[in-house]
């Protein structure tokens, strides 16, 4: 690891520039130690000011967190799974009276999306009632029958042990026998039950609406007064919870869990929301994912961002943990070499050069020539 760092900053350095090392993890802010000095120094005669004294800030160089403001990476909206709004019944005649709503419409479960006419074969309906009436009243006859022969048996149980405990367990076996015979009764009564009340509410049924939350891509091209045989789909749509916001992040800035924020629409006026990279690049929890794509989750309804584009991610993505930070208004670059004023005993001053990993425009980490506990002249 130490071996890697340390080619990837001498390559930087021979080239000259503020390089920026990445990878990903969560931002820590450092506030700086500083405290104001005098230098006395001055009153040796060089670098004397109009009254006499020159003042100065120090920071006293410590280990810290880097991170860096990442350059806004776009991000596009992207629809995992396609779901259909069909017709759907099992007995009588579908016509479509009328659709109700457009390509490109966002819409929520429960909302109508076409108005229909149902033609139910009233004699079938009629046949199923007096099916199940004709059941219930077997059912009826059989429970009172087997009351009775209960009954009968209970008086002609034996006197003599032996042959009494025969004649109960036969009366406890017609019981459970009897229990099974029921159970089949009443399950085909709830069938068919079911299968009444489903044809008295396709009878009266007079719209399809959406089952879920999304945005429609395509609708059926149907003509009023169309048969819409069972199955016939209706439109095409992007389910709400199976579209997401995804960016290219193949560097490797961001990974699992870091805090974004997601800004949508133009650049003047933004909608701006707090979002959490959900997949970590190059680890891929599900076949869903590419590698190399971020995937995000947030404070926003997709909703929100249909049609509101652009969208741009940015955030802070740590550099590097524990290492030493000095601010960059102290530090000074000569032909790619770089100095800071190191504050020494009695005031002396040195311009002592070290070695940056890179800079995030408020600080340099320090990859090598100095140590903890430095102070160093901030002009």
Request: include cysteine; charge should be negative.
């Amino acid at each position: 690891m130490t071996a890697g760092i340390l080619a990837v900053v001498l390559s930087m350095t021979a080239c000259g520039q503020d390089g920026v090392l990445s990878d990903a993890g969560a931002n820590v802010v450092t506030v700086p130690d500083k405290s104001q000095y005098l230098d006395l120094s001055v009153l040796d005669g060089e670098g004397i000011t109009e009254d006499g004294w020159n003042s100065y800030s120090t920071y006293t160089v410590t280990y810290g967190t880097f991170s860096s403001e990442m350059v806004p990476m776009r991000a596009n909206l992207r629809m995992l799974e396609t779901a259909y709004v069909k017709a759907e019944y099992e007995v009588g005649t579908m016509r479509l009276r009328e659709l109700l709503v457009e390509k490109n419409q966002y819409i929520k479960a429960g909302t109508p999306v076409a108005k229909v006419t149902m033609e139910i074969d009233e004699a079938d309906l009629l046949e199923l009632e007096r099916k199940l009436l004709r059941l219930q009243q077997r059912y009826i006859a059989a429970q009172e029958e087997f009351l009775e022969s209960q009954e009968k048996r209970e008086v002609l149980f034996a006197k003599w042990p032996p042959q009494r405990t025969i004649d109960i367990t036969r009366y406890e076996q017609a019981q459970l026998d009897f229990a099974q015979t029921a159970m089949g009764y009443e399950r085909q009564i709830a069938e068919l039950t079911e299968r009444i009340e489903k044809l008295r509410a396709l009878a009266g049924q007079t719209e399809i609406v959406a089952k879920e939350d999304g945005f429609i891509l395509d609708v059926s091209l149907l003509r009023r007064g169309q048969i819409l045989e069972n199955g016939t789909i209706i439109l095409r749509l992007a389910p709400a919870d199976k579209i997401c916001l995804e960016f290219e992040d193949r560097l490797l800035h961001y990974g699992y869990g870091n805090q974004l924020t997601l800004s949508a629409g133009s650049t003047r006026n933004p909608q701006v929301f707090d979002a959490m990279v959900v997949s970590a690049v190059g680890k891929a929890l599900s076949s869903d994912w590419t590698v190399g794509v971020s995937r995000l989750d947030g404070e926003y309804d997709i909703a929100e961002l249909l049609g509101n584009g652009p969208f741009n991610v940015s955030g802070q993505t740590n550099v590097m943990e524990n290492v030493l930070l000095v601010p960059a208004e102290a530090v000074t670059a000569e032909k790619q070499n770089y100095y800071v004023t190191v504050l020494g005993e009695g005031g002396s001053m040195t311009k002592t050069q070290f070695i940056p990993g890179g800079n995030n425009g408020k600080f340099y980490w320090v990859f090598d020539g100095l140590e903890e506990g430095v102070r160093i002249v901030i002009p």
